[in-house]
């Protein structure tokens, strides 16, 4: 069974530019999360998906932050347009029972 | 609002010596508690997990203790390894369905295990 897939595992772009983050959860996991760490912080959850519906989008830190989640399969994550606080690891995470979760190896992302 | 903390935030010890790390939790209506695995550059692995009604999980050489009640969790590795360097974390899920699946992490401790 093929992992959590995540990329870019690594994004380097300018303050103010658009990127672009993707999530490939496993096959059948109806459950898709976004969470991100940002430097000296704690891990911090983003919002779920179940399928293609937002369940909870509560963590997402502002409206420059839009996720989506085309026909409940892979997820994307667009920053628009990225600040420098918006530099950390951003990890995806698939659940099929909601308990039970699988991570990405995340996507680095740094805005200078 | 829950919160929850590891400590230390980093550990060193020498090969073959055991390793307790400790996470604390302030809200104890907790649906189950992981501890997870992070390798430099590497996603997070699950190592176990601890449902509300259980008091300990084992694998292995790991085992995990839960005392809901005072909130708090203990990872024990026995025999430490030089592979056992890594970042441990703990994450606590709610009980309550309306606050969704979503996890609360710790900060991590960070652990060193010297040859």
């Known amino acids: 069974e093929a992992g959590v897939t995540q990329f870019p595992s690594h994004s380097v772009i300018e303050k103010g530019q658009t990127v672009t983050l993707r999530c490939d959860p496993i096959?059948?996991?109806?459950?898709l999360y976004w969470y991100r760490r940002v430097m000296g912080k704690e891990i911090k959850f983003l919002l779920h998906?179940?399928?293609?519906?937002?369940?909870?989008e509560s963590g997402m830190p502002n409206n420059r932050f839009l996720a989506e989640r085309t026909g409940g399969t892979y997820s994307t994550l667009k920053v628009q347009p990225a600040e420098l606080e918006d530099s950390g690891v951003y990890f995806c995470?698939?659940?099929?029972?909601?308990?039970?979760?699988?991570f990405g190896s995340g996507t680095r992302l740094t805005v200078v | 609002k829950q919160e929850v903390t590891q400590i230390p935030a980093a550990l060193s010890v020498p090969e073959g010596e055991n390793l307790v790390l400790n996470c604390s939790f302030t809200?104890?209506?907790?649906?189950?508690l992981q501890w997870f695995r992070q390798d430099p550059g590497k996603g997070l692995t699950s190592l176990l997990l601890?449902?509300?009604?259980?008091r300990e999980q084992t694998s292995g050489r790991l085992n995990a203790s839960l005392d809901k009640s005072s909130g708090r969790s203990t990872l024990y590795i026995a025999a430490s390894q030089p592979g056992d360097s890594a970042t441990y974390l703990c994450?606590?899920?709610?009980?309550?369905?309306?606050?969704?699946?979503?996890?609360?992490f710790g900060g991590g401790t960070r652990v060193l295990v010297k040859p």
């Open positions: 809200d104890s209506a907790i649906y189950n």
């Open positions: 601890i449902q509300s009604s259980q």
């Open positions: 998906f179940v399928k293609e519906s937002k369940q909870d």
């Open positions: 995470a698939s659940s099929l029972l909601g308990y039970g979760y699988t």
């Open positions: 994450a606590v899920t709610p009980l309550m369905k309306a606050a969704g699946n979503k996890l609360t």
């Open positions: 096959s059948g996991h109806d459950n």
